[in-house]
């Protein structure tokens, strides 16, 4: 069973930068498709970014530009690292792992796997 845990949120201003830890548990994360999900308060779950199997890479449009998704092979972690936080950033965000095919990337449904998340709440 693999396990992710996620590390990294906090309490952030408005402008600040924050890079979210994704530790899995298994050998070679690279086996797997990796994605980032969040879910604002009263809100659904909604893709971030994803690192492919194969090297690619995903971003959700509404915060391109100021995400960076990244992996440490040695380290079976993966990153987040997100840029110019706005109080709209404030959520919960989870790590997700799966073997997923490759239009439902960005579904979290698709998904075997899940953290238990880190919270991101950003001030103005």
């Known amino acids: 069973q693999l396990q992710l845990v996620e590390s990294g949120g906090g309490l952030a201003q408005t402008g600040d930068s924050l890079t979210l830890s994704c530790a899995t548990s298994?050998?070679?994360?690279?086996?797997?498709?990796m994605a980032w999900f969040r879910q604002a308060p009263g809100k659904e779950t909604e893709f971030v970014a994803a690192?492919?199997?194969?090297?690619?890479?995903y971003y959700e449009d509404f915060m391109k530009g100021r995400l960076t998704i990244s992996g440490d092979n040695a380290k079976n972690t993966m990153y987040l690292r997100i840029n110019g936080l706005k109080p709209d950033d404030t959520a919960v965000y989870f790590c997700?792992?799966?073997?997923?095919?490759?239009?439902?990337?960005?579904?979290?449904?698709?998904?075997?796997?899940w953290g238990q998340g880190t919270q991101v709440t950003v001030s103005s």
């Open positions: 997700a792992a799966g073997v997923v095919i490759l239009g439902r990337t960005r579904d979290g449904s698709g998904y075997a796997y």
């Open positions: 298994q050998g070679s994360f690279r086996q797997k498709d």
């Open positions: 690192r492919r199997r194969d090297g690619h890479l």
